[in-house]
């Protein structure tokens, strides 16, 4: 008697010291452990009771045994088989190709497109989250991400990850400041302003001096003007949130005017410049001939022509020309609306570190170029690419060690 008591107190330690050793290592590994009707429900196969119908039918299997019931745990990536058809697991990152008009949030209480939709169609993005928003008159890249630790790391200023924009601005913005920027950045001095330099002349990688002279002649606003807003992004421009740097990458003039109509705040040289016609212009309607208003005002009876064969088509034909005349000044006055919102525009590529609301059009508005569209195209070292507006797709396996490396530092 006493010597099974003794054994089974043996038993109990084994087993207990067992329980430690396991949820010792559990501790220690760095993977999530959820059950395994949940793992499954994450990834998209169902509810938890369309889960739990599967195991009871014995379709689910893990490394060939076939799984009985969801309450047993294992990591979050352990690859799991349906009828022999394995379910991927969540990804690490996601890459959505967002357009214009949809909402960087879940849901939306207003009936908007929102980020909620996508998962009707890419199931593994219900576990997941979007890394900070994009504007809705912003497109590009957006991530969805399945680690908060990860998420936080994207997001925090600290961290220093670029994020990379295309820009359509308004002002005519020339290319050779964003290669001279870089030149340029270790010349210039708190003491030596920009006029100063460019009267004693800049030397550039092809060994040449370029003086003001030669900035005149090659459209000196321009240059300027872009020299300037390289500086200016560099150095900090303040907003309503504070100041915020950027890194101007290029800079290229459009060959054409752009319309500008959209921009909901325009710079004071576009909303004081005068109109380009007169109201008196727009309120004017085409007058008839003397000879017509006078022959519609007459009665069939007191008007002799139009007893004459032919008189009504000849008034047919006039009401005709009447309208068309009409609508051709209708088309002019719209087409002289739409110029005056035609503006000489640029397309620049600008890089951030933080992502405040709507930072980047702020930015740029205060130096002077309006945003007219903006669109993102890298998040660190992720490219949007090719990738079909309103398509997502999982990241890849360089995408994949790029972010990793953010939660070993952890």
Same mark, same amino acid.
């Given at each position: 008697?006493?010597? &099974?008591? &003794?054994?089974?107190?043996?038993?109990?330690?084994?087993?207990? %010291?067992?329980?430690?050793?396991?949820?010792?290592?559990?501790?220690?590994?760095?993977?999530?452990?959820? @059950?395994?009707?949940?793992?499954? *429900? %994450?990834?998209?196969?169902?509810?938890?009771?369309? !889960? /739990?119908?599967?195991?009871?039918?014995?379709?689910?299997?893990? %490394?060939?045994?076939?799984?009985? #019931?969801?309450?047993?745990?294992?990591?979050?990536?352990?690859?799991?088989?349906?009828?022999?058809?394995?379910?991927?697991?969540?990804?690490?990152?996601?890459?959505?190709? =967002?357009?214009?008009?949809?909402? #960087?949030?879940?849901?939306?209480?207003?009936?908007?497109?929102?980020?909620?939709?996508?998962?009707?169609?890419?199931?593994?993005?219900?576990?997941?989250?979007?890394?900070?928003?994009?504007?809705?008159?912003?497109?590009?890249?957006?991530?969805?991400?399945?680690?908060?630790?990860?998420?936080?790391?994207?997001?925090?200023?600290?961290?220093?990850?670029?994020?990379?924009?295309? /820009?359509?601005?308004?002002?005519?913005? &020339?290319?050779?400041?964003?290669?001279?920027?870089?030149?340029?950045?270790?010349?210039?001095?708190?003491?030596?302003?920009?006029?100063?330099?460019?009267?004693?002349?800049? =030397?550039?990688?092809?060994?040449?001096?370029?003086?003001?002279?030669?900035?005149? &002649?090659?459209?000196?606003?321009?240059?300027?003007?872009?020299?300037?807003?390289?500086?200016?992004?560099?150095?900090?421009?303040?907003?309503?949130?504070?100041?915020?740097?950027?890194?101007?990458?290029?800079? $290229?003039?459009?060959?054409?005017?752009?319309?500008?109509? $959209?921009?909901?705040?325009?710079?004071? *040289?576009?909303?004081?410049?005068?109109?380009?016609?007169?109201?008196?212009?727009?309120? *004017?309607?085409?007058?008839?001939?003397?000879?017509?208003? *006078?022959?519609? #005002?007459?009665?069939?009876?007191?008007?002799?022509?139009?007893?004459?064969?032919?008189?009504?088509?000849?008034?047919?034909?006039?009401?005709?020309?009447?309208?068309?005349? @009409?609508?051709?000044?209708?088309?002019?006055?719209?087409?002289?609306?739409?110029?005056?919102?035609?503006?000489?525009?640029?397309?620049?590529?600008?890089?951030?570190?933080?992502?405040?609301?709507?930072? !980047?059009?702020?930015?740029?508005?205060?130096?002077?170029?309006?945003?007219?569209?903006?669109?993102?195209?890298?998040?660190?070292?992720?490219?949007?690419?090719?990738?079909?507006?309103?398509?997502?797709?999982?990241?890849?396996?360089?995408?994949?060690?790029?972010? $990793?490396?953010?939660?070993?530092?952890?």
């Amino acid at each position: 008697m006493i010597q &099974s008591s &003794s054994i089974t107190r043996r038993i109990k330690i084994q087993n207990n %010291n067992l329980l430690f050793m396991a949820s010792k290592s559990n501790r220690m590994s760095t993977k999530t452990f959820h @059950r395994i009707e949940r793992i499954l *429900s %994450n990834r998209g196969v169902g509810s938890r009771n369309d !889960v /739990a119908k599967l195991f009871r039918q014995r379709r689910v299997a893990i %490394n060939g045994e076939v799984i009985r #019931s969801g309450a047993l745990k294992y990591p979050t990536d352990v690859e799991v088989e349906i009828d022999g058809e394995v379910i991927q697991p969540i990804p690490l990152l996601a890459l959505y190709h =967002k357009p214009v008009g949809v909402i #960087s949030t879940m849901g939306d209480p207003w009936g908007r497109e929102a980020l909620e939709e996508l998962s009707f169609q890419f199931p593994f993005l219900k576990t997941m989250h979007p890394v900070g928003r994009l504007d809705s008159d912003t497109s590009g890249l957006l991530l969805f991400s399945s680690s908060g630790h990860l998420t936080q790391t994207l997001l925090n200023p600290s961290s220093k990850i670029e994020r990379e924009y295309e /820009a359509c601005v308004t002002g005519s913005i &020339s290319p050779l400041s964003s290669s001279l920027s870089s030149s340029l950045s270790s010349s210039l001095s708190s003491s030596l302003s920009l006029s100063n330099l460019l009267a004693k002349g800049v =030397k550039t990688s092809d060994g040449l001096s370029l003086f003001l002279s030669l900035f005149l &002649s090659l459209s000196s606003s321009s240059l300027s003007s872009s020299l300037s807003l390289s500086n200016l992004l560099a150095k900090g421009v303040k907003t309503s949130d504070g100041v915020f740097s950027a890194r101007l990458i290029s800079a $290229q003039p459009c060959d054409q005017l752009v319309d500008c109509s $959209q921009i909901k705040d325009l710079p004071p *040289s576009l909303s004081s410049s005068p109109s380009l016609f007169s109201s008196s212009s727009l309120s *004017s309607s085409p007058t008839l001939s003397p000879s017509l208003s *006078s022959s519609s #005002s007459l009665s069939p009876s007191l008007s002799p022509s139009l007893s004459q064969p032919g008189s009504i088509e000849k008034e047919r034909e006039n009401d005709e020309e009447r309208d068309r005349e @009409r609508e051709n000044d209708e088309e002019k006055t719209k087409e002289r609306e739409r110029e005056k919102y035609l503006v000489p525009a640029s397309i620049i590529r600008v890089a951030v570190t933080e992502g405040k609301y709507r930072m !980047v059009r702020r930015v740029l508005h205060n130096t002077g170029h309006s945003v007219i569209s903006l669109h993102r195209i890298r998040y660190g070292d992720i490219l949007l690419g090719d990738l079909e507006e309103g398509e997502v797709r999982v990241c890849g396996e360089r995408e994949r060690e790029w972010a $990793q490396q953010f939660l070993k530092s952890a």
